[in-house]
Each structure stands twice: as C-alpha cells, then as structure tokens.
Nanobody, 122 residues
C-alpha cells in the first residue's frame, strides 16, 4: 500500500504560478511511476503529466506542455508539479497517483490521493 497526500493548491491569478507536492508513505516510493491528474468542475478527470520511477521519462498532456513541470525527489518520497502561466481553464481538483507504468490514463494507477484544489481567477 502507498498513501499519497497532495498539497500546495490555492487561488492564483491568471499568469501566476503554483507548486503542488505529492508526499508518499508506505511501500518504497521509488518503485512507482507517479502521475498528476485533474478534474475540472463538471468534467471528467484527465491526465496532466506522469514521471517514471527514476525520473528519467516524463510525459505531458498537450494542454500543459511548456507551462507545467513534473519532478521527483525519491529521497524525500515526494513528487512535485510546478505550474507556471496558469490559466482559468487550469482550475480543477488536482490528484496525484502511483502506479506501475508512466501513463496519462487512470487505469494504470493503483493508489490515489484525495486531491488539492487549484483555482485560477482574477
């Protein structure tokens, strides 16, 4: 079992930045790929980015390429999501998840956090 806790969400103006953190406990964190997902109000959850267990491979959704950066520190059991140039369309509940494969699809993840809210508004 892996327990995941997201933090760092909040209210930010368009063009602003936030850094989300996903802290893990339980099984060795460096065995898992980690993904960030988001669920905008009234919409389905979607994959944002994913990083493999070593940090050597990363994938981004087209909608966030060039603005969001995922990274991980396995010594701290933490994955980060740096979000720059935020837009109102980025408003969503952001989740991190751990699984066996780098992927933007939910089905590849076994463990999920409860989410942190990001609101982009002036």
């Amino acid at each position: 079992q892996v327990q995941l806790v997201e933090s760092g969400g909040g209210l930010v103006q368009p063009g602003g930045s936030l850094r989300l953190s996903c802290a893990a406990s339980g099984r060795p964190f460096d065995e898992y790929a980690v993904g960030w997902f988001r669920q905008p109000p009234g919409k389905r959850r979607e994959g944002v980015t994913s990083i493999d267990s070593t940090g050597g491979r990363i994938v981004y959704a087209d909608s966030v390429k060039g603005r969001f950066t995922i990274s991980r520190d396995n010594a701290k059991n933490t994955v980060y999501l740096q979000m720059n140039n935020l837009k109102p369309v980025d408003t969503a509940l952001y989740y991190c998840a751990a699984g066996d494969y780098i992927s933007l699809e939910e089905k590849h993840y076994d463990y999920w956090g409860r989410g942190t809210q990001v609101t982009v508004s002036s």
